[in-house]
């Protein structure tokens, strides 16, 4: 429900982070590769072993607290521009 939430109201905000990330380098390169999250991705294991307070460990702590793995979220549905679609 969130994810259909986000794909219907985030279209504003989408162009401006996309803006954003063309400004940097490591940006750039996020927009090129265009990387995904799920669990062949990612060590679950070794973000859990994080520092306390740190992006890793809080993404961890937040799929256990709702019962979802990275490989939870659907395909985006709506129709976006192809770039605006993998920023979200």
């Known amino acids: 429900m969130i994810a259909a939430l986000g794909e219907t109201t985030a279209g504003c905000s989408l162009p401006r982070l996309r803006d954003l990330m063309l400004e940097s380098a490591e940006g750039r390169r996020i927009l090129k590769e265009r990387p995904r999250v ?5 060590d679950m294991n070794r973000l859990a072993q994080q520092p306390e307070g740190s992006f890793g460990r809080a993404y961890v702590t937040w799929l256990e607290r709702c019962g979802v793995t990275p490989d939870t979220r659907e395909p985006v549905r709506l ?7 993998f920023l979200h």
Do not use: Q
Request: glycine share 0%.
């Open 79 to 85: 129709p976006v521009i192809c770039l605006l679609l």
């Open 38 to 42: 799920n669990s062949s991705t990612i």
